[in-house]
């Protein structure tokens, strides 16, 4: 008989942040007695694929203890379109979301939730271990720290509070985490996306009702879209109009947004009064406009 495991899960595509939850929850769940393993999906990520190639020898979920599973836990994500064909809902105990415009109180009945406003969720479970008084390895406190960096924009984003920072500063002070690796994966992503600019543009298009939004996150945002300009805006005219693209420097917490459709720019801008419009089709922040933002006013 197979020994039953609680099963922390990313989402179906998850990032850095998804993947570091998972990973670091996981190894909490077991250190306060709890049989825990985690799960991934497709992970198609820079950064996160940078960090998983450093990892030796990280346990995940066979299919077999997945599909034995009675308890799942879901990290970095509560989208009901983003669950694992594999997880039913009515299993889920326990979901840890930094996206609050979901419905997981509805979708997940039996689960216990913190869904907050919050920078990265990677976040709440740095505050999970300080709670518990359990210390991490120090592979896990860089994934973590990773994590916050990359979903805060270095932590210069309008989605940033105090708690990101200072679970930041904990995992510096702590266990000796320093920028080195906050660059180097960076540097992994941006050569991932400019690899192949047609793929990244339709992988992180996610639609909402009368538009859509692909993010690309990298460094030096504002050449990349100076030098790739024709193509990336020929990329995202092609998977859905109108739609927005949006190109957010992750070291320096500025954005640039290209608009298909006069309209829905001047919608953008409505709801986004300190965006600067460069040309009659792109706009740019000083502080980085994020997709959950736009999706949470339009």
Known sequence: ??????????????????????????????????????????????????????????????????????????????????????????????????????????????????????????????????????????????LLYGAIYSNTQSLKGAVTIQRDHDAAHHLEETYGVTLDIVRAQYKARTEQLLANVNDAVTQEFIPASHYGVSQLEMLDASRIWETYKEELKSAVKAVFEPSILSIVDALEGNSIHYVTNGALGRELAGHFPHLKQLEPDVYSADSAVLRKQIFKVM
């Not at 570091?20 to 198609?44: F, H, M, R, T, W």
């Not at 009901?80 to 809902?89: E, G, Y």
């Open 1 to 142: 008989m197979t020994e039953a495991f609680r099963i922390v899960s990313t989402s179906i595509q998850p990032d850095l942040d998804g993947v570091a939850c998972a990973i670091a929850y996981a190894y909490l769940l077991e250190a306060q007695g709890i049989k825990a393993l985690p799960s991934k999906g497709n992970v198609l990520d820079g950064e996160a694929l940078f960090h998983l190639d450093r990892l030796d020898n990280q346990q995940w979920a066979t299919a077999e203890q997945v599909e034995g599973a009675s308890e799942f836990v879901l990290v970095d994500f509560s989208w009901l379109k983003k669950l694992p064909t594999h997880i039913d809902r009515m299993k889920v105990v326990e979901v840890i979301d930094h996206h609050p415009f979901n419905q997981p109180d509805s979708d997940y009945p039996n689960s216990k939730n913190q869904v907050e406003h919050i920078g990265a969720a990677a976040t709440q479970i740095v505050e999970r271990f300080i709670a518990a008084d359990i210390d991490m390895p120090f592979y896990i406190a860089e």
